[in-house]
């Protein structure tokens, strides 16, 4: 499969040289999206991916399956993935965000997404399903937090660019803490990924 991964990968870098602009390369690539709710199926995937992702990683809390097990089953987490696919073939299970719920406030404990998918917009098409799937329970306030490493510096300003506000910096560890009202946020979701939810 990782072999495939690769061939898909340099058949998409080709194809890539046909265009000078990235938007018309992203829609050129008809991307879905399959967006996971509580996607029990995945439980050895998710915990993979909370041990081995550090680019694209907010918090870079690693999991245990134990971990996954726990959070998909009790009632105070909601646990999303995603799977992405587009005309040469499919990436996977590359998205996983885990959430905490206390009344009508969710945090957001880990967001991350797989390195082979960055550079499509697919992380703000992820957190813009989720804004939706948490607004749908009755959730008015976000929280999250951005806790830097050596390697996720790429991610910095991923909150302030969903429209979160910063409420707090720890000056000695570089932490970020982030909040925002849900009806604040934008709803608005990237036409050139199509978005299948899957329950």
Known sequence: QRSEYYSQAKERETFQTQFSDVQDYLRSLSLRMR???????????????????????????????????????????????????????????????????????AEIDTFLMSCRVIGQSLEKQFFTQIVTQL??????????????????????????????????????????DYAATLDDLSRDLLDYIKVEIID
């Open 35 to 105: 967006f996971l709710r509580n996607p029990q199926q995945h439980v050895a995937r998710l915990a993979q991916l909370t041990q081995k992702t550090n680019q694209f990683n907010l918090t870079t809390h690693r999991y245990t399956e134990a971990d996954i097990q726990r959070f998909l089953e009790g009632s105070e987490h909601r646990v999303f993935a995603f799977e992405v696919e587009d005309k040469f073939g499919s990436y996977g299970l590359t998205g996983a965000s885990i959430v905490s719920l206390t009344d009508k406030q």
């Open 135 to 176: 607004a749908s329970r009755n959730t008015k306030t976000l929280r999250g937090t951005y806790i830097p490493t050596e390697k996720n510096v790429l991610v910095r300003g991923f909150y302030e660019d969903c429209g979160m506000q910063l409420i707090s910096t720890n000056e000695s560890s570089g932490r970020k």
